[in-house]
């Protein structure tokens, strides 16, 4: 019975082409559909598949610490630096940009919309005890959220339960319970732009610097992790930052409004 | 958005045989499918002897088998994950992100289900007969044999409720899975990235075909099993 086990094993491992890399992502880019806009052109040219698996920020990270991926493609800067800075990466690149907003109802109960003042936002929120809906999870967005309340000289986790909601899921799944609750909710542009279910949400901040939102890409240390494909990773990464990658992304929109903006050196 | 939007979607997804759709559904079938054999080769042949044994300790380890029947996929996730991550004991095999990962993950999920529910219908029917197994004279491989021959039945409703709960589970598939397009994604899997992207009326439509892959494979083997019901008993 175990070499049947085993051979099924191996019958169903073999459909896994040997050339074919894993790159650890944010959930924003797969949510916002640019893989499935970008993938195809570029698994045309190379002739092998690049296999994302779409977690949080921290998540992704964790994993590739683990040697479960070939590239990390993510958007906590300092997390990043670290992340190359312990030996895991070989070097990081910037690949790509948008920004952060806030959204909230139209009911708009802290009197922010059409603010551009981040801090002083955050500050009316928790001044009004309006609910808020976090991330909590250890992902880019939370914390990019995390260092915006920091910045504003509040601390919501005081707060958490209360109108301060740490829903500790993805952004989709978050979006979708601030919605539920009528909480007011940080998100990237790219999946706000692609979300179905805004009800009567609209962004309420939009256009601060501190909202800034740059991604990153790395290649795995093959030093750390020996399982690392480099040229198909690399090859990968090149194009990414290539003329044609980067017009690729450029090109990606929803509804005629681009999504990611390109800036690799 | 409501209930009558991903009906018609359900339907025009049905009708259009979807391409991804397809793709979807068949690795769906396939992972749970093997892994429900899986759990039966090791579950059921266990659930037999546990019904037909008395030793010490039998108590604990049939309250142990009944307690991992309430295993969260997800913890299933967490733990087969470790084992098989690059960083793990089996990583060398390289087999996370891959259907093999997931097969593996819902095995050890159902397996104490078809153990536990097996042992329990044929304990019943060991009790029947045992008198006559013992007038024979049949060793302990002979008996479990033919309480596996005479449960038949009994135990076609022990693999679906095996293959039900390997299905519709999300947690561990997600982790050690991915959800990589075409790869490793299934319908639950896709049901919540639907759900994640506020699709909400598509992500219905895909568990409304769920449900009907579930209705058909389980209509299938109530045909199977009533067709050899009528052959044995004629």
Redesign the interface.
Known sequence: ?KT??AA???A??A??ASADI?VQST?STA?SGL??HLLPQFEAEAGY?V????VGTGQAIR?A????ADVLLVHAKASEEAFVAEGRGVSRADLMYNDFVIVGPAADPAGIAGSEDTEAALRAIAEAGALFASRGDDSGTHKKELQLWSAAGTDPSAASGAWYRETGS????T??AAIGMGAYALTDRATWL?????GDYKVVVEGDPDLFNQYGVILVNPEQ?P?VKVDEAQGFIDWLLSDAGQSAIAAHQIGGKQLFFPNAN | MGFGEAWGLALALVLEADRDLLEIVGLSLRVSLAATAIACLIGLPLGALLAATRFPGRGALLILVNALMGLPPVVVGLVVYLSLSRAGPLGFLGLLYTPAAMIIAQTVLITPITAALSRQVLETLHDEYDPQFRSFGLTRRQTIGALLIDGRFALATVALAGFGRAIAEVGAVMIVGGNIDHLTRVMTTAIALETSKGDLALALALGIVLLALALTVNAAVYGLRAGAMRAAHA
């Open positions: 019975m049947c086990f099924l094993l191996c169903v491992a459909t896994v894993i959930t949510n893989y499935d598949k296999n994302v698996v779409a994993n610490t683990n040697c479960d993805g952004m989709g799944a979006l979708n692609s979300f179905g279910n805004k992790c399982s």
